[in-house]
């Protein structure tokens, strides 16, 4: 008796857990559907609610409000799906690549995944700044741990010696900030059409050519 009832148990508990991730799925498909639809401020938490079919006390219990489901929305952006989420593919990158240009090919690889995902909504959340308290509360962080990410990238090479003398870990920081920045990939692939595969390509290549010293042949050359 004991063992079926630990047997029911563990089944009721996963399955709690497997309707709360549908739940949570649902509920940020549809934020993030009428965020990018009807902006973040006309976007109510109701209608985030009618449309993942739950309670609006449901949205608030899990997320605190609209900058709370917001968050929400971009870190799922940010992680991407499967198993191993982008960020943690980029630090396996980080720490078993020892050739610091095919790392940062790589790292270009990286946004042209994440940017198509992850921009639209940090230029959603960026224009909500504007006028929402909490919107711009949330863009600053967003933005300071960004930063904090690029500072750790550009720390990494300057403490292996791959930079290019007199390009300093924070001048790598800046480079890396910018080039990653929802900006430039608005102008370059919103705006100028772009495919985020060449955009990648391209932020690679500048990674390549502004930080790393000249590769042997071209030197020579």
Known sequence: MADSVKVTRSYDSSR???QAAETRRAILDAARSLFLSDG???TTVTAIATR???SVE???KAFGGKA???RAVFDQALAGEGPISTGERAEIVKREEHDPRRRLRAFGGFVAEVAPRVAPVMLLIRAAADTDPEAANLWQHIND???QGMERTARQLADEG???HGVSAEEA???FWACTAPELFELLVLRRGWTPERFGEWVGETFVATLLPAEPDSAAA
């Open 40 to 42: 973040y401020g006309a």
């Open 68 to 70: 709370g489901l917001a």
């Open 173 to 175: 920081r800046d480079v």
């Open 52 to 54: 993942a079919d739950v």
């Open 145 to 147: 741990e960004r930063l």
């Open 58 to 60: 449901t949205i608030y």
């Open 162 to 164: 791959h930079l290019r």
């Open 16 to 18: 709690r857990r497997a």
